[in-house]
C-alpha cells in the first residue's frame, strides 16, 4: 500500500522540524498513541492502540527508525509495528519545504505492507483507514504548532 | 470464529432498549441484523462488552406512507423494504439499489437501520438516503433529534449518533413534480461491496432543464460523497449529452476522492465514477420525461 499526499503546517520549517522529531509531541498528536519513548538517537518505540468503526480498539507495539536526516527538510523512517490483529511494516520519506507565507509545505510518501487479520479481512479499507490515521496525526500537529507559536500548548 | 465474551440483553420494548443503551453507554453496542456486526464479533475484530439485540422490537419494523413520502422502521428487513409496493412507488431509487446490497439471505436478515448505523463506505443505503434527502430519528432516553442524511454520515464508519442514541426511523420526503430517480453500481461479482456506485435524482423545471440534480457516490471517500460539483455544473442546463459527459467528469474528477486496494486502482474507480454517473443521469433523466 502507497500513502502519499501533502499537507501545509501554518508555521516555520525549523519548528515544524523540531515538532516531528519530539517525541513527547508526536504521542499527543498520532491518532491512538499511547507512549512513545526515544530508544536510541533515532529511534522511537511506543505503543498505539488503533480501532476503527466496528472493530475495538486494538493495541499495536510500533518501532520507527529515523534515516538520512537533512534537517530541517527532509527524512525518511522505517515503520515497524505490531499487535494481535496483524502486522505493518514499511518505510515513508518526508520532505519539509518553506512556503512563501511562511507556512511549511510536507510531502509525504509511504510504502506499507499490512499483513496478518486485519489485512485478510480489511482489505477494502486499509487505504481509506491509512488515509483517515494521516490527516488526523497531521491536523492535530498543525493545532500543536499553532499553539506553540501562540505561545503554549494545546493540551 | 468465535466471538470474545460479551454481556447480552434482549430487551422488548423500545423504552428499555434506551435505558440499557443509557445505562452502559461506551461499552453496549445495539445488534440489528447482525450482517456486519456478528461477522466482526467472530473474527474477533469487535469486541463489544455489551450487545443489546433490538430484534424484539416490532414496533420499530414498519413502511408507512406518510406525507406524500414514506417513514421507515429502523429495524424493517432489508428485504420488506426491497418487496414494498409502498417503497416501489413512492420511493423507486430505494427499490431500485436494494437488490444491490448483498445477497438475499443477508437482505432477509439485515435491516435498514442497521445498515445506515454501520455507515460502511461501500454501502448502497447511506448514498440512496443522501441523494433523496432524507432525514434520520435518533432517540435515546433524554429525548428525540432529527438529523439530515448529509448531515448523519462523518467519514469512515462514523456516524452523527451518540453512544446511548438509536436510529429509530427513516423519513423519506416526496419526490418534487418531474424528478425521477436511477441508481447503478459495479462489483466485482454480484453482491460483493461495489467497487463504485451511482444514485441519482434529477428534477427538471416547465421548459425541461435541470432544476435539480442530487448526485451520491458510494466506495469513493469515508463514506457517501454528494457529488455538488457534478449538480452545479446541471443546475440549469437542458440536460444534453454535452452537459450530462460534463457532470460525470466533474464527479468524478472533483467530487470523489476514490481509494485504491487490491480490488480497483483509485484510477479505474474515478474512471467508474464517469461512467456510472453519465449512465445514471441519462437514465434518470429519460425516466423524468426528458427526450434526449
Known amino acids: ?155 | 470464529m468465535k466471538p470474545a465474551a460479551f454481556e447480552y440483553h434482549r430487551p422488548d420494548t423500545l423504552d428499555e432498549a434506551l435505558a440499557l443503551l443509557a445505562a452502559r453507554a461506551g461499552e453496549a453496542k445495539p445488534l440489528a441484523g447482525g450482517q456486519s456486526l456478528i461477522p466482526a464479533m467472530n473474527f474477533r475484530l469487535a469486541r463489544p462488552g455489551v450487545l443489546v439485540d433490538l430484534n424484539r422490537l416490532a414496533e420499530l419494523a414498519y413502511v408507512r406512507p406518510a406525507e406524500g413520502g414514506l417513514r421507515i422502521g429502523a429495524m424493517t428487513r432489508q428485504r420488506v423494504v426491497e418487496r414494498s409496493s409502498a417503497v416501489q412507488g413512492a420511493a423507486p431509487l430505494l427499490a431500485e439499489a436494494l437488490p444491490f446490497v448483498a445477497h438475499p439471505q443477508i437482505r432477509n436478515r439485515g435491516t435498514v437501520g442497521g445498515s445506515l448505523a454501520h455507515a460502511d463506505p461501500a454501502a448502497e443505503l447511506p448514498a440512496v438516503m443522501v441523494a433523496l434527502a432524507a432525514r434520520f430519528e435518533a432517540r435515546s432516553r433524554s429525548g428525540s433529534r432529527t438529523i439530515p442524511a448529509a448531515e448523519f454520515f462523518t467519514g469512515l464508519f462514523g456516524t452523527a449518533l451518540a453512544p446511548d442514541e438509536l436510529l429509530v426511523e427513516i423519513a423519506l420526503p416526496p419526490l418534487p413534480a418531474r424528478s425521477a430517480t436511477a441508481f447503478l453500481e459495479v462489483a466485482r461479482r454480484h453482491g460483493d461491496y461495489a467497487l463504485v456506485g451511482v444514485a441519482a435524482v434529477v428534477t427538471l423545471d416547465e421548459r425541461g432543464r435541470c432544476r435539480e440534480a442530487r448526485i451520491t457516490l458510494l466506495s469513493v471517500g469515508g463514506g457517501p460523497v454528494l457529488a455538488a460539483e457534478a449538480a452545479r455544473v446541471l443546475a440549469g442546463q437542458t440536460p444534453s449529452e454535452d452537459v450530462v459527459r460534463a457532470a460525470a467528469e466533474a464527479a468524478a474528477t472533483r467530487d470523489a476522492d476514490p481509494p485504491s486496494d487490491i480490488h480497483a486502482s483509485a484510477g479505474y474507480r474515478r474512471h467508474l465514477a464517469a461512467v456510472l454517473t453519465r449512465r445514471a443521469l441519462v437514465r434518470a433523466f429519460e425516466r423524468a420525461g426528458h427526450v434526449a
Open chain 1, 1 to 155: 500500500m502507497i500513502v502519499e499526499g501533502t499537507f501545509t503546517f501554518q508555521g516555520p520549517r525549523e519548528t515544524v522540524w523540531e515538532l516531528l522529531q519530539n517525541p513527547d509531541v508526536l504521542v499527543k498528536v498520532l491518532p491512538g498513541a499511547k507512549r512513545l519513548v526515544r530508544a536510541g538517537e533515532d529511534r522511537f518505540d511506543g505503543v498505539m492502540q488503533v480501532g476503527v468503526g466496528p472493530v475495538t480498539a486494538a493495541e499495536f507495539t510500533v518501532s520507527v527508525m529515523l534515516k538520512d536526516k537533512v534537517p530541517p527538510q527532509y527524512y525518511a523512517m522505517e515503520v515497524d509495528s505490531k499487535g494481535t490483529l496483524g502486522f505493518t511494516r514499511g518505510s515513508a520519506r518526508v520532505a519539509l519545504e518553506v512556503l512563501a507565507d511562511g507556512g511549511t509545505l510536507m510531502k509525504y510518501t509511504a510504502e506499507l505492507q499490512v499483513g496478518g487479520k486485519i489485512a485478510g479481512v480489511g482489505q477494502r479499507l486499509l487505504d481509506q483507514v491509512a488515509k483517515l490515521m494521516t490527516r488526523q496525526g497531521l491536523e492535530a500537529l498543525n493545532k500543536e504548532l499553532r499553539a506553540r507559536l501562540a505561545g503554549g500548548s494545546s493540551r
